[in-house]
């Protein structure tokens, strides 16, 4: 998110791109390089609330897409993102025969994907993991180190 090189990279490949895409916290980068101002995106639910500090209106959803900008949560949302791009491009049926291929059927054994649907005691377990981290992102979103 600091690197001005990779910025300039990305800012110059995105203005010829035919998606600007990030999964997870990746959209941070989208937003340090401008590409995520005044737009609906996503990230992963623990970083949801620093979306602002990079210009962009936070959206709920797995993936969120607007104009060519598709942003996905966290990182197993970017299989889904991957399946919807690969529709968009080379159809609905090359898609599902990848998903095939691959057996993506998933069946989770429990229901806490999502804070949303996770357990008071999962929560209370989880968040201060991120604590952290948060505060990092938060501090080099302010430009500092």
């Not at 800012?11 to 990746?26: D, K, N």
């Not at 299989?79 to 025969?97: C, N, P, Y």
Request: charge should be neutral; proline fraction near 4%.
């Amino acid at each position: 998110m600091t690197d001005k090189e990779l910025l300039a990279f990305v800012r110059r490949h995105a203005e010829t791109a035919r998606y600007v895409t990030s999964v997870c916290t990746g959209a941070f980068v989208l937003g340090a390089a401008g590409l995520l101002e005044g737009r609906r995106a996503t990230t992963h639910w623990a970083y949801t609330d620093l979306l602002p500090e990079v210009g962009a209106v936070h959206e709920k959803g797995r993936m969120v897409r607007d104009g060519n900008v598709v942003t996905a949560g966290g990182v197993t949302s970017g299989i889904d993102f991957g399946f919807l791009l690969v529709a968009e491009i080379a159809g609905a049926d090359v898609a599902e025969a990848i998903q095939l291929a691959i057996e993506y059927d998933p069946e989770p054994p429990f229901s806490s994907g999502h804070p949303d649907r996770a357990s008071r005691n999962t929560m209370a377990r989880v968040l201060p993991r991120y604590k952290e981290s948060v505060r990092q992102y938060r501090q080099a979103l302010a430009g500092g180190t």
